[in-house]
T-cell receptor, first 115, second 107 residues
Framework: NAGVTQTPKFRVLKTGQSMTLLCAQD?????MYWYRQDPGMGLRLIHYSVGEGTTAKGEVPDGYNVSRLKKQNFLLGLESAAPSQTSVYFC??????????????FGPGTRLTVL | GQNIDQPTEMTATEGAIVQINCTYQTSGFNGLFWYQQHAGEAPTFLSYNVLDGLEEKGRFSSFLSRSKGYSYLLLKELQMKDSASYLCCRGSYIPTFGRGTSLIVHP
């Protein structure tokens, strides 16, 4: 099992450009999450999904969109990047079956810089 | 809100014991997690408490008091590799993280 993978690992954008971050998990997890992590701010939830075809807003959703067309994939889109979106982005997934601790499994992160 | 408070930074000596505290808002509680995050890496799961009491797992233990909105992570026999950020996280389905406690272990 690869677990949770994220592409790309690094990206530099100019203000106003768009991009999509891809998250994939091979553990058949129902829940998937996108976070951003900034120095001194901890992990903040952007959007999450409780299953294929469903998405919901988290704590800091503005400027981002998401889609979950397939259970194993969760895409995060930036339509018009801004310097304030410079951050490290983590994707995570979790399962709520009786056999798990409901913990989240994290991808390796995407380091995004917006100039 | 669902404020989660934990100290910003702690230092300890190799071989010692350190306790990292976390307080959180009690309404709608459904589980308390601790994660470890080394610099430049992703967080990894350490522990999960949903009932009051102490959960022990090797050198690491986690305690929960639901009525007080309080948890702690206890690290024993500290090693240099334990230098990392420790994240307190409230909630299973819609998680909320604290800002993390940076632990520095020195010889």
């Amino acid at each position: 099992n690869a677990g949770v993978t994220q592409t790309p690992k690094f990206r530099v954008l100019k203000t106003g450009q768009s991009m999509t971050l891809l998250c994939a998990q091979d553990m058949n997890h129902e829940y998937m999450y996108w976070y951003r992590q900034d120095p001194g701010m901890g992990l903040r939830l952007i959007h999450y999904s409780v299953g294929e075809g469903t998405t919901a807003k988290g704590e800091v959703p503005d400027g981002y969109n998401v889609s979950r067309l397939k259970k194993q994939n969760f895409l995060l889109g930036l339509e018009s990047a801004a310097p304030s979106q410079t951050s490290v982005y983590f994707c995570a997934s979790s399962s709520f079956s009786a056999k798990t601790n409901h913990e989240q499994f994290f991808g390796p992160g995407t380091r995004l810089t917006v100039l | 809100g669902q404020n989660i408070d934990q100290p910003t930074e702690m230092t300890a000596t190799e071989g010692a014991i350190v306790q990292i505290n976390c307080t959180y808002q009690t309404s709608g509680f459904n589980g308390l997690f601790w994660y470890q995050q080394h610099a430049g890496e992703a967080p990894t799961f350490l522990s999960y408490n949903v009932l009051d009491g102490l959960e022990e797992k090797g050198r690491f233990s986690s305690f929960l008091s639901r009525s007080k909105g309080y948890s702690y992570l206890l690290l024993k026999e500290l090693q240099m590799k334990d230098s990392a950020s420790y994240l307190c996280c409230r909630g299973s389905y819609i998680p909320t993280f604290g800002r993390g406690t940076s632990l520095i272990v020195h010889p």
